[in-house]
């Protein structure tokens, strides 16, 4: 992994100790996927940078610094997985941040690596017993604390399983430990909102438009009814289910026209044009 860590305009060596992103989870940040020199999603991901910061008042590094530090990056290594993380700056002990620290931000990027092998047909995926919490003050964005998804992901290690799907305190369905969930029924997709709690992925946005998406509240029982299911984010685009607990499906036109129009969007995604 290749990486360059900044406080303010400043490169720094290492990590400083008193980084409040490491000690309270005080930032954000994005994870790109890196195509032949290129971010294809690029301009989105900062979008979603800015919104994250301005929800947690963190100042922003440079935009041209920051692609200029990235564009360096992927001359050296023109394909892989870019992360920028954005943190508070330096503050004294305790949790009320120090108004003029500037803000820490880091750069890798390592190469890109499939989290478990493909399989025929799609994921197999199941339902997490750790529910997320319900704060509207951080939903939507790609905030540092992490916690519940590690404890999620936690929850098993049978190579057979995927991924696993998450509900809200009120057990409403969100989203997988590392992606957006979308489901096809009665003609159209749907996916859960994001207003209270998960995150609103890049590639989601780029879902929403492209495939005429409803955002509504989903019960576990409206996922394993569905026709089509796919997980999807920034890193591995469109990824289908094909079994969830009993349920099983199948590959259906309308998942088919979905990857189709992800590999004209972003080329990275091409690949999953093959048939399974």
């Excluded at 992994?1 to 400083?16: Q, S």
Aim: with cysteine; net charge positive; proline share 7%.
């Amino acid at each position: 992994m290749t990486d360059r860590i900044f406080v303010g305009d400043a490169r720094v060596a290492n990590l400083p100790a008193d980084n409040r992103g490491l000690a309270y989870g005080d930032g954000v940040f994005e994870t790109m996927r890196a195509h032949r020199g290129a971010v294809q999603w690029r301009n989105a991901h900062w979008a979603r940078l800015v919104q994250g910061a301005d929800r947690l008042r963190l100042p922003l590094p440079d935009r041209l610094r920051v692609d200029t530090e990235l564009d360096a990056l992927l001359r050296a290594q023109p394909d892989g997985v870019v992360k920028l993380v954005l943190a508070r700056g330096a503050g004294p002990r305790g949790y009320a941040p120090a108004p003029d620290a500037a803000p820490l931000w880091l750069l890798s990027l390592q190469p890109f690596t499939l989290q478990a092998p493909p399989r025929p047909g799609g994921l197999v995926v199941r339902w997490c017993d750790t529910r997320l919490s319900l704060q509207p003050l951080l939903a939507g964005i790609k905030h540092c604390n992490r916690l519940e998804q590690v404890l999620a992901r936690g929850e098993w290690q049978d190579a057979a399983i995927d991924e696993g799907l998450m509900l809200d305190s009120d057990g409403n369905v969100v989203c997988a430990t590392a992606a957006n969930l979308f489901v096809f029924h009665a003609g159209h997709w749907s996916t859960p909102a994001v207003d209270r709690c998960g995150v609103a992925g890049v590639c989601r946005g780029w879902a929403l438009q492209a495939l005429d998406v409803r955002v509504s509240r989903l019960s576990p029982a409206q996922v394993e009814a569905a026709d089509a299911v796919f997980l999807c984010n920034a890193v591995r685009g469109i990824l289908p289910v094909a079994r969830l607990g009993a349920r099983s499906w199948g590959r259906h036109p309308a998942l088919d026209d979905a990857l189709r129009r992800l590999a004209d969007a972003h080329p990275a995604f091409s690949d999953r044009l093959e048939t399974p």
